[in-house]
């Protein structure tokens, strides 16, 4: 029998919070499911936690908070197995979101955690992953897609080559950023028309990448912008150095995207296809390219109803991609989806 894509809340009505917003996912070794995500009265409040919950065969778990410092919003985790099967979280905490700093906590188990402690000593505006996945190198280096938002939008990867013990910031992924007193008043050039020269950003820049690596040492990025356009930078150096960003046909709402390579090479993204700064976040959909992220297809719709349906985690192994993401701000859904099935 061919298993059939599976739509589930991870939770319903009875959550111990308001509002709920960037999940993150990762599947266990024995087929567990764990999800975590920031919750509480609203984004940025100082009651916002990182909660999480776990499906095993019985069902989910109710939500327990599983970190929380008093009057300090947290936000943005990111779940990742390390080695030896050790279960990684990062995540941010601040008030502001250009001055926050990334916290991180373990688990051999995903029940029982260690305290938290910084990423990177002395950290002031976010090193490690900012929302999306770490990746791992096929020479074993782990990437962490991380990006920065002050008075312009810059992004750039950190490099871990000893699992995660120490961090080493790349490059900036190069952008041109034109000068905030003229921001508004003119309109820029569609992304479209600037593939043969270098962009200038008329927003604020890009943030948020997500990775994959397509050859040994050949790493990509794509991110959100303020353009209206996803962009696009690549790496020959694992991750050290970065072209400059250029635009690719998929449209963006400047909203979070996720995109995960599978065995096989093809590329699967998660993205809302809506081409206008700051645009509706719906619908929510799945697109794959199978030439290394040049074109695309939609090959799955998420949702395409009224509401708000964003910042999407997904991920794969040989049989199914997982895929979470906001729902209205109130819950968090999880598709199960067979590759056999796209």
């Not at 916002?48 to 019985?58: G, L, N, S």
Request: with cysteine.
């Amino acid at each position: 029998m061919i298993a059939e894509p599976v739509r589930e809340f991870i939770f319903l009505n009875d959550r111990p919070f308001r509002s709920c917003h960037a999940s993150t996912v990762l599947k266990l070794s024995n087929g567990d499911i764990l999800v975590a995500w920031f919750g509480g009265s609203k984004e940025g409040a100082e009651d916002v936690a990182i909660w999480y919950t776990r499906r095993t065969e019985d069902g989910w778990d109710y939500p327990k908070k599983l970190s929380h410092e008093a009057g300090l919003p947290h936000w943005n985790p990111v779940l990742f197995m390390g080695e030896n099967g050790q279960i990684i979280l990062y995540y941010k905490v601040g008030h502001r979101i250009s001055q926050w700093y990334t916290c991180f906590m373990t688990s051999e188990d995903g029940y029982f955690w260690s305290s938290p402690r910084p990423l990177v000593e002395g950290d002031w505006g976010g090193r490690g992953p900012v929302r999306n996945k770490v990746i791992k190198l096929k020479d074993g280096t782990w990437l962490a897609p991380a990006s920065i938002e002050g008075k312009s939008w810059d992004a750039f990867v950190d490099i871990s080559r000893d699992q995660g013990k120490t961090w080493i910031k790349s490059a900036m992924v190069p952008i041109v950023h034109q000068e905030p007193e003229r921001r508004g008043k003119e309109a820029g050039p569609d992304p479209a028309s600037s593939l043969d020269s270098q962009y200038v950003f008329h927003g604020k820049g890009v943030i948020q990448p997500t990775l994959w690596e397509s050859d040994p040492g050949a790493v990509h990025m794509l991110l959100r912008s303020t353009e209206g356009r996803i962009f696009r930078s690549d790496s020959a150096d694992s991750g050290k150095t970065w072209c400059p960003a250029y635009p690719t046909v998929l449209p963006n709402n400047n909203s979070g995207i996720d995109v995960v390579k599978l065995l096989d090479g093809r590329l699967i993204l998660a993205y809302n296809p809506v081409g206008r700064n700051h645009g509706a976040r719906t619908p929510l959909i799945l697109s794959m390219s199978r030439d290394n992220g040049i074109t695309w297809k939609q090959v799955w719709t998420l949702e395409e109803e009224e509401g708000e349906y964003s910042y999407p985690a997904i991920i794969a192994d040989e049989d199914e991609i997982l895929v979470t993401y906001t729902w209205k701000r109130e819950r968090i859904v999880l598709w199960k989806i067979p590759i056999s099935s796209l």
